[in-house]
Nanobody, 116 residues
């Protein structure tokens, strides 16, 4: 059974930092691209960042470029999302997505709250 377990969400002040983690089990981790998406209340889910398994490249939404960093710890089957200088609009449910050539899986998503 595939599981994606996320951690690291919570409350942070504007301009603060959080690190989200997504730990996968039940799949061959190095065969999956891992991405983070977020959804704020009343808004569509949007792409945040991804780490591609095939070549190790990373991609970011324009809105987080330069402030967020995605990284992969292969030994721990974990992908981290370091979020710095969070603005109020960074508050959302952040979901981890694992996608391969054959299937994809979603984690439930931790809530990130940003207080002004």
């Amino acid at each position: 059974q595939v599981r994606l377990v996320e951690s690291g969400g919570g409350l942070v002040q504007v301009g603060g930092s959080l690190r989200l983690s997504c730990t996968a089990s039940g799949l061959t981790f190095n065969q999956y691209t891992i991405a983070w998406f977020r959804q704020a209340p009343g808004k569509e889910r949007e792409f945040v960042a991804s780490h591609v398994h095939k070549d190790g490249s990373s991609y970011y939404a324009d809105s987080v470029m330069g402030r967020f960093t995605i990284s992969r710890d292969i030994a721990k089957n974990t992908v981290h999302l370091q979020m710095n200088n969070l603005p109020v609009e960074g508050a959302a449910v952040y979901s981890c997505n694992a996608i391969s050539d054959y299937d994809q899986h979603w984690g439930p998503g931790p809530q990130v709250t940003v207080s002004s």
